[in-house]
């Protein structure tokens, strides 16, 4: 079939149209991905290539033939290369650009023209640990493990077995090495926590026995005075003389016993030797019964004390243990309320707990003295209104014992207003 000039002309300009339209849909299409497209020359590949370092004994046949069959990708700044847990499969070569590796926003390195990355995760069942993003527009040369295979086969070499391979092992020792420095870098970190917090607690100890060492002395130096003048002068002393003295001995003695009383309990908690057993208890029962035994030494020193709790109040709690806070708080009410004043307990009920007040009309504490309450690395060094003594101990038990109970201990107070020392224990046994 012979074309006319014509015709062939029409039919040529409509096949030139047909490709101008197509090269202006794909240009305009490149300029809107801003996508760099570079097409590297054989002589650019061979050097890029030369990078690899478990390509290094690979001869110039061998480069050239991986030049001519790996590939050149292209990534749009910002563009995600791979993320970390990504299966690998592929090494990368920049050619142009740079790339950030990095995890979760920290950036670990960024690398730029001639450098590679991801040869760890080459093969394809390695995972990627890390995460590529191109920071600008970037070329790369990548080179897949299929890639090397067809080198292995065309050159009958082995660079997966004799080189990739070990230099996967070794990665994983690296992690593993990794992963034990930094779980004994955490042991570490946490024995010199624990060293150190044992240090302090030491001291903390140290000082507190040092002050239950004076306050010891107190007493008993009381009881040997006294007892010195009643052996050596008993034939000269009148009889309201010895009973002064007898009464002097007396205090001393409770005062000490109390003491150590307290002193055993905290070293009997201290080691574990105390057990709590909570059980039904009758609040009503407990208090009256603490109150009836201190009121001799409340009516000693003309104060009058009640106990204000609401009948067949029962909770969950250790008997002993809750026996000893409000003894101990009582005695403490009497020793700062001067005579004439007057000392309530009292109970007050809401649906998921039960506090108990031990509220008297005492000399009160201010502020800098309530902080250092109930801690055992500070001492209220204040003498109750008839100059009776007292180291801080049965608070600190108070607090611990309230405590072991899942409940709190406060306490309210003002110079010259009195004191109201609270605490509070849950109703149920879901609580404890």
């Known amino acids: 079939m012979i074309l006319k000039t014509a015709d062939f002309d029409q039919q040529f300009f409509f096949v030139l149209n047909i490709f101008c339209n197509c090269y202006i849909y794909v240009s305009s299409n490149l300029r809107l991905k801003q996508i760099s497209v570079m097409l590297l ?38 563009e995600t290369i791979f993320s970390k847990g990504d299966l690998g499969g592929a ?28 040869e760890y995760a080459l093969i394809k069942t390695e995972t990627r640990s890390a995460s590529a993003s191109a920071k600008s527009d970037s070329v790369l040369l990548r080179i897949t493990d299929d890639h090397i295979q067809l080198l292995e086969e065309e050159f009958d070499v082995r660079i997966i077995d004799t080189i990739l391979n070990p230099l996967r092992n070794i990665r994983k020792r690296m992690v593993v090495k990794d992963l034990l420095e930094e779980e004994l870098t955490q042991q570490k970190a946490t024995i010199e926590k624990q060293r150190k917090e044992l240090e302090s607690l030491n001291a903390t100890k140290d000082k507190f026995f040092s002050i239950i060492a004076h306050d010891l002395k107190n007493p008993f130096a009381s009881l040997i005075g006294a007892s010195d003048l009643l052996v050596e002068n008993a034939d000269e002393l009148s009889q309201e003389q010895v009973k002064t003295f007898s009464g002097i001995i007396n205090k001393s003695a409770r005062q000490a016993f109390r003491l150590l009383e307290n002193l055993l309990t905290w070293s009997r908690m201290q080691t574990g030797a105390i057990a709590w057993k909570p059980k ?48 101990n708080l009582v005695s403490n009410a009497i020793k700062f309320t001067p005579r004439g004043g007057s000392i309530t307990v009292s109970s007050h009920v809401t649906p998921n707990k ?54 709190n201990i406060w306490v309210e107070s003002e110079p010259g207003k009195g004191s109201s020392f609270k605490f509070s224990l849950p109703v149920s046994l879901s609580s404890l």
């Open 354 to 407: 039960v506090e108990i007040w031990v509220t008297d009309t005492g000399i009160g504490i201010d502020s800098e003295g309530k902080k250092k309450l109930f801690r055992i690395d500070e001492q209220l060094m204040k003498s109750g209104t008839e100059n009776e003594t007292g180291t801080g101990l049965g608070l600190i038990l108070c607090k611990e014992f309230i405590e072991m109970h899942n409940g």
């Open 41 to 78: 020359s054989p002589e650019k590949k061979l050097d890029l290539l030369r990078v690899l370092d478990f390509l290094a004994e690979q001869d110039v046949a061998s480069f050239q033939f991986l030049a001519g069959i790996v590939n050149e990708v292209n990534f749009a700044k910002g």
């Open 280 to 327: 039904e208890i009758d609040l009503w029962d407990l208090v009256n019964e603490v109150v009836i035994l201190h009121t001799g030494s409340a009516e000693n020193k003309e104060i009058n004390i009640e106990a204000v709790i609401d009948e067949d109040l029962r909770i969950p709690a250790d008997p002993n243990m809750i026996n000893t806070v409000v003894r």
């Open 91 to 118: 090494v990368f070569i920049i050619a142009k650009g740079c790339v950030q590796i990095h995890d979760e926003g920290h950036i670990f390195i960024e690398l730029k023209e001639g450098k590679s990355f991801g």
